[in-house]
């Protein structure tokens, strides 16, 4: 008995749905994630069952490193200018070219007023090294406000709307956080988060 051929179909699938849908699920995660901005120093937050959300907008970030060292900074550019512009003019401080540059590239404010202009003045790797032993001053200057809170004030004046926040460490020693704290209160800013990760309950 002879043997039966079957007759061999290519089989072909269209894949241009696929395509297509690729293509929205990447316009999508391209509109709708945002970018963090890189921190001067990496921090371990210590963990909360608080699963209140710190706004993505309009935030002052006051992070404290295991050390104590205090920086701050705002995701909006715009605030940060004005920020610069006013501690500037107070301080009396100017800045190149080269150093503003610098510092709209940097995350946050990490070195007092005195010596910004060297920071800003180095290269981006070395401002990175820099940064880890620098940070915002709290001593009060001539028994009048510290450069932390003249900061948050020009924050303040710069945006009304912002939110303060605070991030620290989960190895930051606790009179660190409760100076920033007492620093705040002195300026009758006692509205503020603390950044926390989030625990859930057992």
């Not at 079957?6 to 241009?16: G, L, N, R, S, Y």
């Not at 001067?40 to 050390?67: A, C, F, H, R, Y």
């Amino acid at each position: 008995m002879g043997k039966i051929k079957i007759q061999k179909k290519d089989v072909w699938i269209d894949m241009t749905p696929m395509s297509d849908v690729m293509t929205l699920l990447l316009c999508f995660f391209m509109l709708t994630s945002t970018f963090l901005s890189p921190e001067p120093v990496k921090v371990n937050t210590p963990s909360s069952v608080s699963e209140v959300k710190v706004p993505e907008k309009d935030v002052l970030t006051i992070l404290i490193d295991p050390k104590g060292q205090i920086y701050l900074g705002t995701d909006n550019k715009n605030d940060m200018m004005a920020m610069l512009d006013a501690m500037t003019a107070k301080f009396g401080v100017s800045l190149n070219p080269l150093q503003m540059k610098h510092y709209k590239e940097d995350a946050m404010v990490c070195a007092p007023m005195g010596t910004l202009s060297q920071y800003l003045s180095l290269e981006p790797d070395k401002m990175t090294e820099a940064a880890k032993t620098l940070g915002v001053p709290t001593d009060s200057i001539n028994g009048d406000k510290s450069e932390f809170q003249e900061w948050v004030s020009a924050a303040r004046e710069s945006n009304p709307d912002i939110k303060l926040a605070i991030k620290c460490d989960a190895e930051t020693p606790y009179k660190t956080v409760k100076k920033v704290m007492s620093e705040l209160q002195d300026m009758s800013e006692n509205r503020y988060q603390l950044i926390t990760n989030l625990k859930k309950e057992e």
